[in-house]
């Protein structure tokens, strides 16, 4: 894991330019931004190059920027006193990476790490809290957001606590394949099992049980996704459960 160059790494990423209108809306919130929002925004966004392994935030520290991924893939990750840390939630294209700014809190307990090399859009926090406390739009669509990621935190918790390793894998691919593009997830076992906060041999059985059934595929370093529909059967309701919320709560143009 790389170490946060700054005391916020997002106001550290390797900054490209000024998007245009397509690339923004590579995120879906972006995407369902009104028009006189996205010219207010333009202005103030920047396009930015993620590395798998950046430290986005830590917990603890104020956040300067907010960044909503497009290609990238960040893991939201609740960090133990002795350095361990679990997954909490993942946020790519669908969503934004710095809601406790909105939610009234300068920092949080939580870090965010790049899973997934790919751009996002940067936005200095303190424009993003005028917009949110001015403009009732922005205000409505990224309130459905956070309830949104509330659901994914929760139904995460519910996963852990009744569900097998193997569902808990097939939930995990398909959480990230909605926000890739393509049917390969860039992963190891041992950074999955870090992810679930379990142990890799389980993760490693799971895995193989998987692709015995012909579902996924596996070399070092990636799974591929081989049959959707019947790792989507082979799954948990908690993977159905988090779709359709995103479905339902985010703007009509975004889908998941």
């Known amino acids: 894991m790389r170490s946060p160059c700054t005391s916020d790494r997002a106001s550290a990423a390797a900054t490209l330019r000024t998007p245009t209108l397509e690339e923004a809306r590579g995120n879906l919130l972006l995407a369902g931004l009104p028009t006189d929002a996205w010219q207010r925004w333009q202005p103030q966004l920047e396009l930015i190059e993620l590395q798998r392994g950046d430290v986005l935030y830590d917990g603890g520290v104020a956040l300067s920027h907010v960044v909503f991924p497009t290609t990238a893939i960040v893991s939201l990750q609740y960090l133990l006193q002795d350095g361990r840390a679990t997954e909490i939630a993942i946020i790519g294209r669908p969503g934004m990476v710095g809601v406790s700014r909105l939610l009234g809190g300068e920092n949080t307990p939580s870090r965010a790490v790049v899973q997934h090399t790919g751009q996002a859009m940067r936005l200095p926090a303190d424009f993003l809290m ?92 990636h799974i591929t996704v081989l049959d959707r529909p019947g790792l989507e059967a082979r799954c948990c309701e908690c993977y159905d459960v988090v779709r359709r919320e995103y479905d339902r709560l985010l703007p009509p143009t975004t889908g998941n």
Do not use: K
Not at 147 to 173: D, P, Y
């Open 130 to 221: 005028q917009e949110f406390t001015t403009q009732p739009a922005v205000m409505h669509m990224l309130l459905r957001y956070m309830q949104a990621l509330i659901t994914q935190m929760a139904q995460n918790a519910v996963c852990h606590r009744h569900h097998s390793i193997e569902q808990h894998l097939c939930r995990w691919l398909l959480l990230n394949l909605d926000r890739l593009h393509g049917n390969e997830v860039p992963v190891t076992h041992e950074n999955i099992a870090h992810l679930l906060g379990v142990r890799r041999e389980g993760v490693t059985e799971a895995a193989g049980q998987l692709q015995r059934a012909g579902l996924i595929g596996r070399r070092r370093g």
